[in-house]
T-cell receptor, first 112, second 112 residues
Framework: DQQVKQNSPSLSVQEGRISILNCDYT??????FLWYKKYPAEGPTFLIS?????DKNEDGRFTVFLNKSAKHLSLHIVPSQPGDSAVYFC???????????FGAGTRLTVKP | NAGVTQTPKFQVLKTGQSMTLQCAQD?????MSWYRQDPGMGLRLIHY???????DQGEVPNGYNVSRSTTEDFPLRLLSAAPSQTSVYFC???????????FGPGTRLTVL
């Protein structure tokens, strides 16, 4: 069962505009959420995270929003740049649990 | 620091063959893990280790063995390869007190 879902396999935006990537989860025990970015032929790299005690975390152009009641989180990239073109994975884990679950990924393309 | 290294980058096996995927890290991280990435499935945890001599199963452990004799190395063994094990395999390590994982560049395995 996929406990973390990214329902949009791909997203295309214009350079300078906002990119919004969405993620839903089903396990109410998850309390820590991460976004990873992956370029072709490379391993995923950590981008930003959020704890369930917060509803927003910001790091430069990247902001993650968490809606616990809806079991939904989103990653906003503003402004989007061509170098942001990559696959973005949402991940979730529970406190003191070594099992991290990943979504299927969303391929973001930022057009110049 | 080299970070997390994986060898080989590519491998083709015939059904029934065995092989070991190598993973090493030089960051002195206790926690290491193996994932497989398949289209539409995201990354799924195969096995993980919280320190030398300690390993445990993840979400999809069948067909794979691991051992952890040193902090640095965490090899993944396929005893009898099957076409269903065709995938991209990522090794990762995690610093203490963190959920952020550092991934290796991956091994692309094809089983014919």
């Amino acid at each position: 069962d996929q406990q973390v879902k990214q329902n949009s396999p791909s997203l295309s935006v214009q350079e300078g505009r906002i990119s919004i990537l969405n993620c839903d989860y089903t396990n109410s025990m998850f309390d820590y959420f991460l976004w990873y970015k992956k370029y072709p032929a490379e391993g995923p790299t950590f981008l930003i995270s959020i704890s369930s005690i917060k509803d927003k975390n910001e790091d430069g152009r990247f902001t993650v929003f968490l809606n616990k009641s809806a079991k939904h989180l989103s990653l906003h990239i503003v402004p989007s740049q061509p170098g942001d073109s990559a696959v973005y994975f949402c991940a979730a884990t529970a406190y003191n649990n070594n099992d991290m679950r990943f979504g299927a990924g969303t391929r973001l393309t930022v057009k110049p | 620091n080299a970070g997390v290294t994986q060898t080989p980058k590519f491998q083709v096996l015939k059904t029934g063959q065995s092989m070991t995927l190598q993973c090493a890290q030089d960051m002195n991280h206790e926690y290491m893990s193996w994932y497989r990435q398949d289209p539409g499935m995201g990354l799924r945890l195969i096995h993980y280790s919280v320190g030398a001599g300690i390993t445990d199963q993840g979400e999809v452990p069948n067909g794979y063995n691991v051992s952890r004799s040193t902090t640095e190395d965490f090899p993944l063994r396929l005893l009898s390869a099957a076409p269903s094990q065709t995938s991209v395999y990522f090794c990762a390590s995690t610093p203490p007190g963190s959920d952020t994982q550092y991934f290796g560049p991956g091994t692309r395995l094809t089983v014919l």
